[in-house]
């Protein structure tokens, strides 16, 4: 069992124990991020004069030997070892010697933990938002692709008024765009390094804290050392902005399993992107959509996991704060691969662009705009509402749309009906005359998509 400590105890720790209290199974993750940090607390001590230059040199050496030895394989990181820090320190002790022992001078597991979960948190907020924009530029493709083509856009899963495909898709990108600037706010807030804050209380060694968080990208070094080991703020609002990205993936995805369904058929999964029944040889089911959309509750769960961890520890550092990585790699990992096959599977989807436009049609989406005939006709919207809503209950009866009765028929409805009805009513019409900002029209839909691109320019990948 190797441990960092041990020195006023009589007894070697039960077997059940160490194993109960060790953390190497998930920390591991974070052994490029471990050495990231030793090489650079390590650079310090020797400007500080705290170790000598050889003692830096053969410390540097021998942690590049260790990462290059975990990346090939040859050194692995077994259960014998208690965390990813016993690790790195004992195999660097083994290389090269008691100079090995000087590296964790001025420094505690406290604020190295800390330390190393800002730099992989770090990290993986990067990776996310670079997917993040993978996915918004598909989604601005398939815009460019469709804006003819018409569809209903609802309410309360009911049929309300018709829009275009890429209106509805452009309301995805503005969610993932709001993502983007949830990662941004907590990437500025979290970007001050905890190194140096030792167990609670600081060091009486000279550290030079500033230069480190230089050495490692930070804007600075956190300011009360006491926060700066119990702090996981930043992993909670990681966890709840992954937990938005994954509300707006479910809801996309929902809307993916209904727009396949055979009632619907609005879309056609690529085979890629599907999967059949092991008995009904007939099915192709939207698996990859249903998975998404059943990991969302995973990633919540994290999110709450590490509130309740959280909600009542006192200061400072507390053993239970080791509960913060196990649930929150999980999530990390999760959102990723979500992005990753949602956006393969959006890449690769058929439209079926007459289906949709048909039932735009049937749904009596354009009844709102037919009632706007009649008031410009002169018959106040509440009157002109009720004539509507008679003459779509006939078309039920009937089984027809509002374009399919005869103008002799709609004048039973309104004198006011003239042969223009059918051109104000149309689908192109509906969706092209809403030139408001925000609206389905494809004037106002370039305009969107040109917004969109050149914030994706000005912004193409977050920077520390």
């Known amino acids: ?55 830096k040199k053969a410390i540097l050496n021998g942690l590049q030997e260790i990462l290059q030895e975990v990346e090939e394989g040859l050194l692995r990181m077994t259960e014998k070892y208690e965390d990813v820090h016993s690790f790195v320190e004992a195999n660097l002790i083994e290389k090269i010697g008691d100079s090995g022992k000087k590296l964790h001078t001025g420094r505690s597991r406290n604020d190295q933990v800390a330390l190393d979960m800002r730099l992989y948190t770090r990290k993986q907020i990067l990776s996310t938002d670079a997917l ?49 600037s949830r990662l941004q706010d907590i990437l500025s ?18 550290l030079d804290r500033d230069y480190v968080a230089s050495l490692l990208d930070f804007d600075g070094s956190t300011v009360n050392s006491m926060d700066s080991v119990s702090d996981r703020d930043y992993v909670i609002e990681f966890l709840s902005a992954l937990s938005i990205i994954m509300m707006h993936l479910s809801r996309f995805c929902e809307e993916i399993i209904i727009w396949n369904s055979n009632e619907y058929r609005f879309v056609e999964i690529d085979d890629a992107f599907s999967t059949g029944s092991s008995i009904m040889p007939q099915k192709k089911n939207p698996d990859i959509a249903e998975l998404v ?82 008031v410009l006709k002169g018959i106040p919207f509440r009157d002109a509402h009720g004539i509507i809503g008679q003459l779509v209950l006939y078309c039920i009866g009937e089984n027809c749309s509002i374009e399919d009765v005869s103008l002799d028929k709609l004048k039973e409805f309104s004198p006011a009906f003239e042969q223009d009805i059918y051109e104000a009513i149309s689908l192109e019409t509906c969706v092209e005359k809403r030139l408001t900002k925000g609206g389905p029209s494809k004037e106002r839909l370039l305009d969107a998509i040109a917004f969109e691109k050149k914030e994706l320019e000005k912004h193409p990948a977050l920077f520390l």
């Open 293 to 374: 959309r059943g990991k969302t509750g995973r990633v919540y769960g994290a999110l709450v996991s590490l509130l309740t961890t959280m909600k009542a520890l006192p200061l400072a550092y507390n053993k239970d704060m080791q509960e913060d990585k196990e649930m929150a790699f999980d999530a990390y990992d999760q959102v990723q691969n979500c992005l990753v096959v949602f956006t393969g599977m959006v890449d690769t989807m058929k439209f079926r662009k007459d289906v949709m436009a048909k039932s735009a049609m049937m749904g009596f989406t354009n009844a709102t705009d037919a009632a706007d005939y009649l």
């Open 132 to 180: 993040l924009v993978n996915l918004m530029q598909v989604l601005l493709r398939i815009m460019e692709e469709n804006l003819d083509t018409y569809m209903p856009g609802f309410t309360h899963l009911q049929k309300a008024q018709p829009v275009s495909l890429a209106h509805h898709f452009g309301a995805y990108v503005e969610m993932f765009r709001r993502d983007r």
């Open 1 to 55: 069992m190797a441990q960092l400590w041990g020195g006023r105890f009589t007894k070697q720790t039960d077997e059940q124990v160490f194993a109960f209290n060790a953390s190497i199974s998930f920390d591991c993750k974070m052994v490029h991020e471990d050495i990231r940090g030793s090489i650079a607390h390590a650079t310090m001590l020797e400007k500080q004069g705290i170790i000598t230059n050889e003692e």
């Open 189 to 206: 807030r979290m970007n001050y390094c905890p190194l140096g804050a030792g167990a609670l209380a600081g060091t009486t060694y000279p």
